[in-house]
């Protein structure tokens, strides 16, 4: 009998520790350049990501990468692609129902609402969004396009692997998010938020860092994104 307890708690522990995850991003004192090219990136890539709602292992391997200084906030991706799906487009195309991308959705206070998404192919082709409101709680499904975040830079670069992308989000530009409630973070501070990759190659899937333990098919769960934590 204590042996079956000790297996219980052993299996608790996993599935816990599978879902709870807390995701570093440390501060950097480098000058990070936008180009997709990530052999002067200094921070550690955190990955492969999973398949969102289940947490199986994904065809094709995703890492990403966050930094942070003073005055914005970087993020970048390594994926593995033996076939890139997409093309140069017009920014603030929904390239999300066509293309390989990569995508990060934030929420600073972490209630859920006014939180913002951004997406970048391949051919650095991007586009952002705010989602005001996802629940009936708030008057359902509420978000817009037309949302710019001022400053916003994105550049993605294709290789013999796959493709590469960075992204670069001032802090100023989330102090304009009406109801944002947006602080400028500090050591310590802690935002919700998850990132994904859509890969539309021979098979397609959807992707996170950190799946959803609810099985829900869908990106938007802000109840169980992760924890993001400005670090040193």
Known sequence: ????????????????????QE??????????????DLSDWKTPFL???????????????????????????????RCSDSKIIGAKQK??????????LV????????????????????????????????SPDCGGWKMSMAYNISGLETASKINPEGFSAEIKISFSSLEKIENGNFIKPKTGTKWRGNAFRIDYGNTTEYLAIQPYKSLKFGFHQPSEFAVFEFKE
């Open 1 to 20: 009998m204590k042996s079956y307890f000790i297996l219980y708690l052993l299996l608790f522990l996993f599935l816990n520790n599978s879902y709870s």
């Open 23 to 36: 995701i570093p991003i440390h501060k950097t004192t480098e000058k990070v350049i936008i180009d997709g």
């Open 47 to 77: 990955g492969p990501f999973v398949i969102h709602n289940s947490g199986e292992k994904s065809t094709q391997n995703t890492f990403v990468s966050f930094s942070w200084n003073d005055e914005n906030l970087y993020i970048a991706y």
């Open 91 to 100: 920014n603030d195309t929904q390239i999300f129902n066509t293309d390989d």
């Open 103 to 134: 995508e990060i959705f934030i929420d600073p206070d972490g209630d859920g609402q006014n939180y913002i998404e951004i997406g970048v192919n391949a051919y650095s082709t991007y586009y952002d969004m705010l989602l005001k409101c996802i």
